[in-house]
């Protein structure tokens, strides 16, 4: 009971970040795990396994409002998947003692990628030209967000959805929609991939699993709640902290870092998450800069009202 206590505590938190960003439920869900002590393979495989039913309800949720583009889910999720299934595999065939350090270095370099974008980036603009995503484009990312995802635990969202972004040829709302409806692929593959890896372990997840599902569905309407009241920015800094710090902890005494040199190295993250975060709260509480063209574009595109008064 105390440990469905502790994983449902888990998915608390992986979902309220998930539902404040809109990504890193896995790469939350699995660090906070690994924390626990649950094997870095049995937690990716729980992670995944929990996210077939969330992925499938929010692809549900997303095709309802019509966020969906099918085209993007195909070209993405069929090689995600595929990346998927061989991320699981490889990560399955490890020894915990070198799928420890492989995990926590691909959630580390999430973690670093989600610091830096909420704390320093800029949300991107949508193109003039709306070319569509080529499957050139989209074959290779969805297979490497795919296996990037099942062997660190997470990170299809921070991969796929923020490249896509980037890219500014989608609505964000359909990139999106079409990323977490095509999530639904990647899980079911890559529960497939740990069910063949790890066999016998795979059945003492289920209680990992259900703790996760059980606190997501608890979590989902205070996320809800949360994105209204929380700069994106300033969360996104704060999760991001934590993955690097908890994450390099792991790699330290991998490589067998101690004393000073140690201490070196967190106060090192430490310093620069506390500069990260203040500055993202302070990016949060100026006014939005209205570039002059696009101000001049609405002033242009505003009804004019004809002065009656002489």
Do not use: C
């Amino acid at each position: 009971m105390r440990s469905l206590i502790i994983f449902a505590l888990v998915g608390i938190g992986a979902q309220l970040v998930d539902g404040a960003l809109g990504m890193a439920f896995g790469v939350t869900a699995s660090t906070l795990l690994v924390l626990t002590g649950v094997a870095s393979a049995q937690a990716s495989a729980a992670v995944h396994l929990a996210e077939v039913g969330t992925t499938f309800a929010s692809g549900l949720s997303h095709w309802k409002f019509k966020n969906i583009d099918w085209s993007i889910v195909a070209k993405l999720g069929v090689p995600g998947a595929i990346g998927a299934f061989l991320g699981a595999t490889v990560l399955s065939s490890l020894s915990t003692e070198d799928a420890a350090p492989l995990m926590a270095a691909i959630l580390l370099g999430i973690g670093v990628y989600v610091l830096v974008r909420f704390s320093l980036g800029r949300p991107p603009g949508l193109n003039k030209t709306h070319t569509p995503h080529t499957a050139k484009f989209l074959a290779p990312l969805g297979v490497f967000g795919g296996f990037i995802d099942a062997s660190g635990g997470g990170g299809w969202g921070p991969v796929t959805t923020s490249t896509l972004l980037s890219q500014g040829k989608t609505a964000p709302r359909t990139i999106i929609g079409s990323v977490s409806a095509s999530e639904f692929l990647v899980a079911i593959s890559a529960s497939i991939g740990f069910a063949i890896g790890l066999r016998e372990e795979f059945l003492d997840n289920l209680p990992i699993v259900a703790g996760l599902a059980i606190g997501g569905v608890i979590a989902a309407p205070f996320a809800a709640w949360l994105v209204t009241k929380v700069s994106p920015a300033l969360l996104g800094t704060a999760v991001g902290g934590v993955i690097v710090l908890t994450n390099s902890q792991k790699l330290v005494k991998y490589f067998g870092i101690t004393g000073a040199w140690s201490t070196v190295i967190y106060a090192t993250i430490v310093v620069a998450w506390a500069g990260l975060v203040f500055y993202a709260w302070r990016s949060s509480k100026a006014p939005e800069f209205v570039p002059a063209d696009l101000e001049a574009e609405v002033e242009t595109d505003a009804p004019q009202v004809e002065d009656t008064t002489r």
